[in-house]
Every structure is written in structure tokens, then in C-alpha cells.
Nanobody, 120 residues
Framework: QVQLVESGGGLVQPGGSLRLSCAAS????????MGWYRQAPGKQRELVAV???????NFADSVEGRFTISRDNAKNTVYLQMDSLKPEDTAVYYC??????????????WGQGTQVTVSA
């Protein structure tokens, strides 16, 4: 079994920064991708950013140039650096990982979610 544990959410003023972390643990053979989704009240969950095993990345248009995604392979951890935050970034942020586990099979995992609130 695999667990994703998130940290780093909170309240920040517009223009401020936050860094989210997500650590994967358990029966992990390899990680195909790790990323972040978010869901605001009354809206569908949307992709924010993803980083793959080849280090390629994708970002939502709304965060391009403001958010950075990186990972520490030794720690099975992904980070989301969020700068120049806007009120519309307010949402619950969920970590996602596509993991090759033991026994060998590919499974999607989700974290429990962490609240990010951008408000003056």
C-alpha cells in the first residue's frame, strides 16, 4: 500500500508565497508522475501542475509563470512553489501520484488535501 502525505497549506495575503510538499511512502517500485490538483468550492477538480519521471512538466495556464513544481527522487517527494498568489488560487490542493507498486502494477493515489486560502 502507498500513502501520500501533504503539508504546507495555509492562509496567505495576495502576492504572497507558499510551498506545498507531498511525500509518498510504502511499497513503491517507481513513480511515473507526481502532481497537484485543486478544487475550489462549487468547481471541478483541475490539474495545477505535474512532473513526470523524465522531468517533463505541465502547468495550468492560470498558474504558468507563478508556480514551480520540483521533486526529490530520493525522498519520493514533490514540491509546489506558489508565488504571486491570487485570491482565485484559493482551493483545496490535492497531491496525485501515478506509482508502480509491488507487486508490479500502476495505481493512482491521492493525498488527503490541504487548504490554501489567499485573502487580505
Amino acid at each position: 500500500q502507498v500513502q501520500l502525505v501533504e503539508s504546507g497549506g495555509g492562509l496567505v495575503q495576495p502576492g504572497g508565497s507558499l510551498r506545498l510538499s507531498c511525500a509518498a511512502s510504502g511499497s513503491i517500485l517507481s513513480i511515473n508522475s507526481m502532481g497537484w490538483y485543486r478544487q475550489a468550492p462549487g468547481k471541478q477538480r483541475e490539474l495545477v501542475a505535474v512532473i513526470r519521471s523524465d522531468d517533463s512538466t505541465n502547468f495550468a495556464d492560470s498558474v504558468e509563470g507563478r508556480f514551480t513544481i520540483s521533486r526529490d527522487n530520493a525522498k519520493n517527494t514533490v514540491y509546489l512553489q506558489m508565488d504571486s498568489l491570487k485570491p482565485e488560487d484559493t482551493a483545496v490542493y490535492y497531491c496525485h501520484a501515478e506509482i508502480v507498486g509491488i507487486p508490479i502494477e500502476v495505481t493512482d493515489y491521492w493525498g488527503q488535501g490541504t487548504q490554501v486560502t489567499v485573502s487580505a
